[in-house]
Structures are given as structure tokens and as C-alpha cells.
């Protein structure tokens, strides 16, 4: 079995310093690089409401907040939610802080970027609400 290695072995190391050696040539200073692709973008689609209804049944069964929090940090992987589907999660949480910390999670994951209304007004204070609504903005952005 040695004999048999040894041979394609040696063959490649052989064959290593011919192509070290040979000229490379850079491509890509003749080539013009576009920085927008002519590919329209895809649309995202929310999650369908039965799969919604079932991750709020989950939601609402936690009893504390920040265990929500995990949750809808988990639940944002891979999915996205519409802005009357992050308002009813928003819904459940009791304190603002953690409401935004939960926005924070869901603003990338947003599919409709104009319905943001509505989660505005699951904010008690002022002071929250215009910082959810800076993340929201930062988000509609990119």
C-alpha cells in the first residue's frame, strides 16, 4: 500500500512548485466590479398565523419576561414576523425596558417596514417610544 502512495505523493509535490511559479495574472483590475447586483431583491415572507399562534400560546405561557425575551430571541432565528404580529408579542411583556430589549431582537426580522405604528403604541412612555422608534428608523435604513 506504501508503494502506491508514495508515487501520487511525490507526483504532487512535483507539481506544487510549477504552479507557484507560474505567472499570476490579477484579473480583477481589468474586470469592472458593480457595487448594486441587477438582481431584484426577495421579498420576505412573515410567519403564517398558525405557526404565529402557536409561538404566542408559548410566549404567554412564560411567567417571567426575560424568559420571553430568550424566547423571541430563538423564535427570530430563521423567521419573520409582520408589525401587528410584533405588536402582540410586545403585548405580553409587563415593563418597557424589556420590551425593548425583545425590539431590539425583532426590528431585523420586521417583513412590512411601514406598519410600525402599530408597535409604537405598545410603549407606555414617551421616553421608550422614541426609542423604539429610533431603532425602528435605523432599521428602515438598510
Known amino acids: 500500500m506504501k508503494r502506491t502512495i508514495f508515487p501520487i505523493v511525490l507526483f504532487a509535490m512535483l507539481q506544487l512548485p510549477l504552479f507557484a511559479a507560474s505567472p499570476v495574472l490579477d484579473v480583477s483590475a481589468s474586470i469592472p466590479v458593480k457595487k448594486h447586483s441587477n438582481m431584484p431583491r426577495m421579498r420576505v415572507r412573515a410567519m403564517d398565523d398558525s405557526d404565529f399562534k402557536l409561538l404566542y400560546s408559548l410566549?404567554?405561557?412564560?411567567?417571567?419576561?426575560?424568559?420571553?425575551?430568550?424566547?423571541?430571541?430563538?423564535?427570530?432565528?430563521?423567521?419573520?414576523?409582520?408589525?401587528?404580529?410584533?405588536?402582540?408579542?410586545?403585548?405580553?411583556?409587563?415593563?418597557?425596558?424589556?420590551?425593548?430589549?425583545?425590539?431590539?431582537?425583532?426590528?431585523?426580522?420586521?417583513?412590512?417596514?411601514?406598519?410600525?405604528?402599530?408597535?409604537?403604541?405598545?410603549?407606555?412612555?414617551?421616553?421608550?417610544?422614541?426609542?423604539?422608534?429610533?431603532?425602528?428608523?435605523?432599521?428602515?435604513?438598510?
Open 59 to 142: 410566549l404567554k405561557e412564560e411567567s417571567f419576561d426575560k424568559d420571553r425575551v430568550k424566547m423571541i430571541r430563538v423564535a427570530c432565528i430563521g423567521n419573520h414576523f409582520t408589525s401587528s404580529q410584533c405588536a402582540y408579542m410586545l403585548s405580553l411583556f409587563s415593563f418597557d425596558s424589556d420590551k425593548l430589549e425583545a425590539l431590539e431582537y425583532l426590528v431585523p426580522h420586521i417583513a412590512d417596514k411601514r406598519g410600525h405604528k402599530v408597535i409604537l403604541k405598545e410603549f407606555t412612555f414617551l421616553s421608550d417610544r422614541e426609542k423604539a422608534e429610533a431603532l425602528l428608523k435605523e432599521q428602515k435604513r438598510r
